[in-house]
């Protein structure tokens, strides 16, 4: 097989050769035939070969020439064409190049924050000229300072050792810190820095003016604490507050209640005792809706989930109401499907929203009924739970009805004159079932009644099962022996009056140190314990007696009878030692039962 390269530059000089050949046998024929006419010397065949001979490798020769040149042609061009792009490449990323760092020039011409580049060995490489707005000094004189001349020591060595800790490519870590402006005003500063990745050991620091942001820090922190102070100061306002209003209502509610059992009076004496209670229980109820809902606004409601039964709620809520229901006429249907089954919900809060809608209804009812009605909704494990409380009553206006629950709100002013209250019942009914994740609301017709509802979700459970143990009434021969340590003298005779008819024999003392004295003395059933006393508090006396005790190994049952009735008031009772507590004013079936539970239960330790 011929090379493909050998026969084409044999094709390409083909056409030479046949051309020389041509040419030669025309002058043989020409010089010999024409000119000089000699046929003799004419041989057209020697002429034809000797001229293929010669004129073949001459042909071929210049062929390949061609050929070479024609390569060599194209791989010029080629270079040229390959060298044209890379200078156009080249000038076309010189270009962008200088657009880039124009960009960059002006992007560090024009920051707010200043950026620098150190050396390893410490030395300045660039800053951007924003450090003359942020330090005062230009450019060439910031250029030539030591790096710790804007500084305190404390805060250049602190930064000296983040510094150290960096990692090439690693996270920028940023630390605040005071600096000295060129003219002697102190600032703040927040730089970051950061190792260059590149490996050539350059670090990167971007630092901002943050005064305004620490001047702000500083104004929020001293507001916090102006805050945290005065919610400090209405939490002790509050607390001082619901004690000097228990203190005297204690009296007033005791000794009506002990009037009105009285049967010295006449039924005029009798009457008028009962508005003198009547108006009590009503301070007394505004006072707590007050205490209530502060601790509410705090956040400081703690919900506490226990099995409890509905429909039990439900009749004991209706019949806490059913007197006041009975004496305007009125009455009271509860109405629970059966099979009701117990949940793990905050009974007793549920309970409060519920009396609230009673009481309610009773004020805003002047004839006809009350009907509390419930509803469950089972869900697998859990179950809704609707409660109703359907009235009679004057009804709401459907104007009124969207802020009917807010804090302080009644359906209007002429309402709040006739009925009365505080409007902050509805409001702490709102929120408990809010706390619960529920819903509450109102349907109602003006003039012909409305209905207060409620619906929580909760998980079902199983009552516990308690081995009831009743708690025998006091009666005259209980023949307890009881100290009453309390320094208001109003006070003990209203205990006293309260419990000399069942058998209880009460030896009081007037402060903490009387009480602490009187414990060393003698011997007792029970202790009921005031706490805000002169001389030594009743949480100090309980701490001195329970000390004393120890000794002895004896424990007599001690019981807080206070105003302080605040969460946290009542777990400082039960911390120092206490064993229950009795908020005032005193109720006196609470009394009764409380000292019927606890007399008997002094023990040896």
């Known amino acids: 097989m011929v090379p493909t390269a050998i026969k084409a530059r044999v094709i390409r000089a083909a056409p030479a050769v046949c051309l020389i050949v041509g040419v030669a046998m025309a002058l043989d024929f020409v010089v010999h035939i024409l000119l000089l006419n000699d046929r003799a010397a004419y041989a057209p065949v020697t002429t034809l070969v000797l001229f ?7 042909a071929y020769w210049l062929s390949s020439q061609k050929i070479r040149l024609e390569e060599m042609h194209a791989d010029l061009r080629a270079s040229l064409d390959a060298k044209q792009g890379a200078v156009e490449e080249a000038e076309a990323a010189v270009a962008k190049y200088r657009e880039v760092d124009r960009l960059y020039r002006l992007l560090g011409d024009n920051l707010t924050d200043h950026v620098a580049l150190w050396s390893p060995q410490g030395e300045r490489l660039y800053s951007s000229p924003s450090i003359e707005r942020i330090s005062g000094y230009t450019l060439e004189e910031f250029m030539a300072l030591p790096p710790q001349a804007m500084v305190s020591d404390a805060d250049f060595k602190r930064v000296q050792g983040i510094i150290r800790k960096l990692e090439p490519g690693g996270e920028p870590v940023s630390a605040d810190y005071q600096s000295i402006r060129k003219d002697g005003a102190v600032i703040w500063l927040e730089s970051t820095y950061s190792l260059l990745g590149d490996g050539s050991g350059i670090l990167l620091v971007t630092s901002r003016d943050i005064t305004e942001r620490k001047r702000l820090e500083l104004d929020i922190a001293k507001a916090l604490e102006m805050a945290k102070a005065a919610s400090a100061a209405k939490s002790d306002f509050l607390a001082n507050m619901t004690h000097e209003l228990r203190t005297p209502l204690t009296a007033i509610i005791g000794f009506a209640e002990v009037l009105r059992r009285s049967r010295n009076l006449n039924k005029t004496a009798t009457r008028q005792v009962g508005h003198i209670l009547d108006a009590s229980n009503t301070l007394l109820s505004v006072v ?4 209530d809902f502060s601790r509410l606004e705090a956040g400081g409601l703690e919900l506490d989930p226990a099995p409890f039964d509905p429909a039990a709620m439900a009749s004991s809520c209706a019949g806490l109401v059913a007197e006041r229901a009975e004496a305007k006429g ?5 109405r629970t499907p059966r099979g009701v089954r117990p949940m793990n919900l905050d009974g007793p809060r549920l309970s409060q929203v519920l009396l609230n809608f009673l009481s309610n209804a009773v004020k805003f009812t002047a004839h006809g009924a009350i009907t509390v009605a419930l509803s469950q909704t089972v869900d697998g494990d859990e179950a809704v739970l609707r409660g109703e409380v359907i009235d009679t009553g004057i009804g709401i206006a459907l104007q009124h009805r969207e802020n009917i629950f807010d804090r302080f709100s009644q359906a209007d002013a002429a309402v709040s004159r006739r009925f009365g209250g505080t409007g902050l019942g509805l409001a702490i009914s709102r929120r ?7 819903r509450i609301g109102v349907d109602s017709v003006e003039g012909q009644g409305s209905t207060f509802w409620f619906e929580v979700r909760g998980p079902l459970a199983e009552l516990p099962t308690q081995e009831t143990q009743e708690t025998s009434p006091l009666d005259a021969d209980a023949d307890v022996r009881l100290l009453l340590v309390e320094d208001n003298a109003v006070n003990r005779e209203l205990i006293c009056a309260m419990l000399e008819p069942f058998g209880v024999a009460v030896e009081t003392a007037n402060d903490g140190v009387a009480g602490v004295e009187a ?7 029970l202790v009921l314990m005031d706490v805000q006393m ?4 009743g949480l100090t006396a309980t701490r001195e007696i329970r000390a004393l005790e120890g000794a002895r190994g004896a424990s007599t049952p001690i019981i807080a009878m206070t105003a302080n009735v605040l969460p946290e008031q009542v777990a400082n009772c039960l911390a120092a030692g206490m064993d229950d507590h009795l908020g005032k004013p005193i109720s006196p079936a609470k009394l009764l039962e409380a000292v019927a539970r606890w007399s008997g239960r002094s023990h040896a330790a």
Do not use: F, K, S, W
């Open 52 to 58: 293929t001979i010669i004129a073949g490798p001459l």
């Open 288 to 291: 707590n809706d007050v205490l």
């Open 330 to 334: 009125l009455e009271i249907h509860v």
């Open 432 to 438: 408990i079932i809010e706390r619960m994740d529920g």
């Open 519 to 525: 414990m060393r003395q003698g011997q007792y059933d």
């Open 534 to 537: 002169p001389v030594m508090d």
